[in-house]
């Protein structure tokens, strides 16, 4: 059973956590941690091998401690996982038609930043009302599941994102190419009722 959900690999055994690179050569060598072998080797003695966040266990052991995410899939489609809880004792969810503020930076599926809200010449948050439709479905969806204080990764399919239209200039260069899946890292910040 193996899950995959974005960059980096790591490998978790007992207390150690150690980034690694391998090359294609037999007995390769990763100088900053100095690990000596094949891949082979590495794989079949490593306790778990965890790949941008989510795991792949060789083998169960008492020692191994595996900081997975759940990976969770909404009915319309999206898939999450909670990147950081709210440390608040009595987190708060908006409802619809509050008015939430939010930090996000959303991915194409290559990897590339296309847009983010710490990004330069920009220095606030998203705010927008909840339900409004003035976000992408997705984005709308997902922070309504979500409670203040909350950080998620989204993966979010192209027809909750900019769908089979995407983001294109009048002379046919996209920013974002129509029928493009997207990921967004998002924090919750605030969220409040709006006025009577």
């Known amino acids: 059973m193996a ?16 980034a690694f690179s391998l090359s294609m050569e037999s007995g390769s060598k990763v100088a900053q941690f100095g690990y000596v072998g094949s891949r082979r080797s590495f794989f079949s003695t490593a306790c778990a091998t965890v790949v941008g966040g989510t795991s792949i266990l060789s083998r169960p052991e008492p020692s191994c401690a595996v900081t997975a995410k759940e990976i969770i899939t909404t009915p319309s489609g999206i898939k999450y996982a909670v990147t950081k809880e709210s440390s608040d004792k009595k987190p708060v969810a908006p409802y619809k ?4 503020a939010i930090d996000y930076t959303g991915y194409l599926a290559s990897g590339q930043i296309f847009d983010a809200t710490h990004s330069e010449g920009k220095g606030n948050s998203l705010l927008f009302k909840l339900g409004s439709g003035s976000v992408i479905p997705g984005l709308d969806e997902m922070v309504s599941q ?23 200039l009048d002379d046919g260069e996209c920013l974002i190419k ?19």
């Not at 899950?3 to 150690?18: D, E, P, R």
């Not at 038609?97 to 939430?100: S, T, Y």
């Not at 129509?178 to 009577?196: A, E, N, Q």
């Open 146 to 168: 979500m409670v203040v204080g909350q950080k998620v990764q989204a993966i979010i399919p192209p027809g909750l994102a900019y769908g089979e239209k995407g983001v294109c």
């Open 178 to 196: 129509p029928g493009s899946t997207l990921v967004y890292d998002i924090f919750l910040k605030r969220t409040s009722i709006p006025p009577p």
């Open 97 to 100: 038609g509050d008015f939430v």
């Open 3 to 18: 899950k995959f959900l974005s960059f980096g690999i790591f490998i978790l055994c007992s207390s150690n956590t150690a």
